[in-house]
């Protein structure tokens, strides 16, 4: 499975930017859960928020919850991530992540996903 994600940029502070991650490859027939990561220069690669493949349940990290909304076009393999009002402290290189593994209780373990890409810019300037 290969996973292209799109969409980062350079915005002001509470502005809205839409983050796309297509998926590719061996998709057919299954269930594959997507999420998004992110990581801060000199910080670890943290969970933003995730669809699950059974049911397309969603999941977010505290830091994003009301402002960021992700969702998915099964029709498409692509998992949209809707930011908006964007904070500095929302800058980082933004990962989408992909497995068929995850359950609703590790959905923002980053070990349980399979397979990733290749990362986009997203920087808010204040």
């Known amino acids: 499975v290969q996973l292209q994600a799109s969409g980062g940029g350079l915005v002001q502070a509470g502005d809205s930017l839409r983050l796309s991650c297509a998926a590719s490859?061996?998709?057919?027939?299954?269930?594959?859960?997507m999420a998004w990561f992110r990581q801060a220069p000199g910080k670890e690669r943290m969970f933003v928020s995730a669809v699950k493949g059974n049911g397309g349940s969603t999941s977010y990290a505290d830091s994003v919850k009301g402002r960021f909304t992700a969702t998915r076009d099964n029709a498409k393999n692509t998992v949209y991530l809707q930011m908006n009002s964007l904070k500095p402290e929302d800058t980082a290189v933004y990962y989408c992540?992909?497995?068929?593994?995850?359950?609703?209780?590790?959905?923002?373990?980053?070990?349980?996903?399979?397979?990733w890409g290749q990362g986009t810019q997203v920087t808010v300037s204040s």
């Open positions: 490859g061996r998709t057919a027939g299954r269930s594959l859960s």
């Open positions: 992540a992909a497995g068929s593994r995850l359950i609703t209780s590790n959905l923002s373990n980053r070990h349980a996903y399979d397979y």
